[in-house]
């Protein structure tokens, strides 16, 4: 339940950036917390996206693939919301297109305790995609834990390379 | 999904006959730790009617073993003037003048094609106050033994002399199971390799491009679970030790890892993550019935078995970090064991059922390999490096291997129960991770 309040908190944030960035989504009046901290009026703002995004920046977006996490961290940035947001709209136009939804860790603790840690930010990315209505049957997720490194390092700048979700279509 | 079983029993099949490719062999690196320990000396065996090239040297292999398990301290082979190959041979006052309590003297003899082997553990010390000859503490004679089976036979000794000097079973005999990674042109090969305890004669038991994890062997020996990753869908599978048949047991949607043995055999606790939050299972191995362990948010995973078989130890992240909880089977009643720190994972229990071992993660941040006496909850921290991981317990509880980092690359190390000796067991060639230690060998 609290991955799933920070992915919709990551939404409305990134909706409130693509306001700020002037790219003229008008943003939901009613978005925000309430006072319980839930998130309400995700459904209102989260229809902007789309409307206004030039070609040239849709695919700009659509050739990010990979999204990078911080130390124990499951937060899906701004910005990468928005490139998975275009990854959404592409799979939703094209209904027999299949993603693989990988996540990976740095290479410290015990190896399935970090699969399961990859899990969880694969999730994180793969939620995203369902909530701006992909079916379930479009995404596939796998945790690589600590086994599939990207980079070969055994320092922070290799580490925060590792720490990632790599969207990947298995059918175009 | 029977023809993708088969299909995986046949590819570990060829795996099997292509079995002297590229093994990343290991071998042996006493790192630390063996001042102390009970002083013995092994006298090289004495050989009649074959030359001293032709056959491995038992005394060395012997020696070697006994050092490993960190509770003796061997003499130095150029130490020894006196060369004895039978216990009316001996001379006690010079190996009393040595320090050594106790003397391993033997021969070995060619007959055709084998050999027969004689050997004596021969108590020195009681020797000195009592005068008339003893009896030796052991004496073994043993036939029609091939140069194949040398190393065999030497562990099997070593085995014999650890159990009446020490009073614990020894596990010279039993082997390790880990994974392999080597680079190739074709890209990164897994490999899932069987060998002897001190990394000698290993042999591939399954190949992979993909990722392998978690090898667990099943308390009869036989049989070894691991995950697998064929067509990037992790899945655990079971293969037959010897002959190399692979199947695959799950293949759920989310994670399917983690297996680990119940003591009958007839059980696995593994890990899926298909409803939800990755959660601990248990499946029947023979009817495949699925039933789930244990409930709620958060990460359950790393089940092992109590030695008795009625909980399980596991790691969850319920508390908000990584923990170690034990589930009672029957009542499904859980409780928090481990308290220090902010990351404890990997957990097992000593057959005692005294002592928790497990992956602990110090004040600086380095994860170390530590051991809590369960009735105080006293830490003990047993080796100290940034990246170890994969603590696993060898049958008789007293050394853990683990994996480790040197210089970048993926090596085994052992450490006794005491924290007294430290190994190494590399490998020649790539990176070798997650041991499994078997159970005794019948």
């Keep these: ?172 | 999904m029977r023809i993708k079983m088969s299909m995986f029993g046949f590819m570990g099949f060829l795996v099997w006959c292509v079995a002297s490719i590229a093994n990343a062999s290991l071998y042996v690196e006493i790192t630390g730790g063996v001042a102390a320990g009970l002083p013995i000396a092994l006298v090289p065996f004495g050989i009649e009617g074959s030359d001293s090239g032709s056959v491995e040297d038992l005394s060395k292999i012997i020696k070697s073993d006994l050092e490993n398990s960190g509770q003796f301290k061997a003499l130095n082979f150029q130490a020894i003037k006196e060369f004895p190959t039978h216990q009316n041979e001996v001379h006690y006052a010079y190996w009393q003048g040595l320090g050594i309590e106790d003397l391993v003297v033997g021969r070995v003899k060619k007959t055709g094609s084998t050999f027969s082997v004689n050997f004596a553990l021969l108590d020195v010390i009681r020797q000195k106050s009592e005068g008339a000859a003893r009896s030796p503490l052991l004496a073994m004679h043993f036939d029609n033994v091939r140069p194949q089976d040398f190393r065999a036979l030497a562990h099997h000794m070593s085995d014999c002399i650890f159990e009446k000097l020490i009073g614990v079973k020894g596990i010279f005999s039993t082997r390790i199971a880990y994974v392999s990674v080597t680079e190739g042109s074709k890209g990164t090969t897994h490999t899932l390799e069987v060998a002897d305890s001190d990394g000698f004669n290993p042999k591939p038991l399954y190949r992979s491009a993909y990722p392998l994890m978690s090898p667990a062997w099943s308390p009869d020996g036989k049989r070894i679970a691991f995950v697998s990753f064929e067509k990037n869908r992790a899945g655990v599978n079971i293969a037959e030790v010897i002959s190399g048949h692979v199947e695959r047991l799950t293949q759920f949607p989310g994670i399917n890892g983690a297996p680990t043995w119940s003591p009958d055999n007839q059980t696995l606790a593994l890990v899926l993550s298909k409803d939800g939050s990755p959660k601990i299972y248990t499946i029947d191995v023979g009817s495949k019935r699925l039933s789930r362990l244990t409930e709620g948010a958060g990460i359950d995973t790393e089940p092992s078995f109590a030695p008795d078989g009625r909980s399980i130890v596991f790691t969850s992240s319920r508390g908000g970090k990584p923990q170690i909880y034990r589930v009672a089977l029957d009542s499904r009643k859980v409780e928090r064991l481990s308290f220090k720190g902010d990351y404890n994972a990997k957990p097992s229990l000593t057959p005692d059922n005294k002592k928790l071992v497990m992956l602990h993660r110090d004040e600086g941040g380095l994860f170390s390999i530590a051991v809590q006496t369960l009735n105080t909850g006293e830490l003990k921290i047993l080796t100290r490096s940034s990246l170890s991981d994969s603590p696993n317990l060898a049958p008789n509880g007293m050394m853990v291997l683990y994996g480790s980092s040197v210089g970048g690359q993926g090596v085994l190390g052992a450490v006794s129960l005491d924290g007294r000796v430290k190994i190494r067991l590399p490998s020649r060639e790539g990176n070798v991770q997650e041991p499994a230690w078997s159970p005794f060998v019948k």
């Excluded at chain 1, 943003?27 to 409307?51: E, I, P």
């Excluded at chain 1, 899990?119 to 086994?147: C, F, H, T, W």
């Design chain 1, 1 to 172: 339940m609290r991955t799933k309040v920070k992915v919709l908190g990551s939404v409305v944030l990134s909706l409130l950036l693509l306001g700020l960035v002037g790219c003229g989504a008008k943003k939901g009046s009613s978005s925000g917390y309430d006072a319980d901290g839930d998130v309400v009026g995700v459904n209102d703002t989260v229809r902007f996206y789309g409307s206004d995004i030039s070609p040239a920046d849709e695919k700009g977006l659509l050739a990010k693939r990979t999204y990078y996490f911080g130390y124990d961290g499951f937060d899906v940035s701004d910005e990468d919301t928005l490139s998975i947001y275009a990854h959404a709209k592409r799979l939703l136009n094209g209904k027999r297109a299949h993603v693989r939804v990988e996540g990976h860790t740095d290479e410290r603790g015990s190896r399935e305790y970090n699969v399961a840690l990859g899990e969880r930010r694969a999730n994180a990315v793969a939620n995203i995609l369902m909530l701006k209505g992909v079916p379930q049957d479009q995404i596939s997720v796998v945790s690589y834990g600590k086994e599939k490194p990207a980079v070969a390092g055994h320092n922070e700048s290799s580490w925060s390379q590792n720490r990632r979700v790599v969207i990947i279509y298995e059918v175009e």
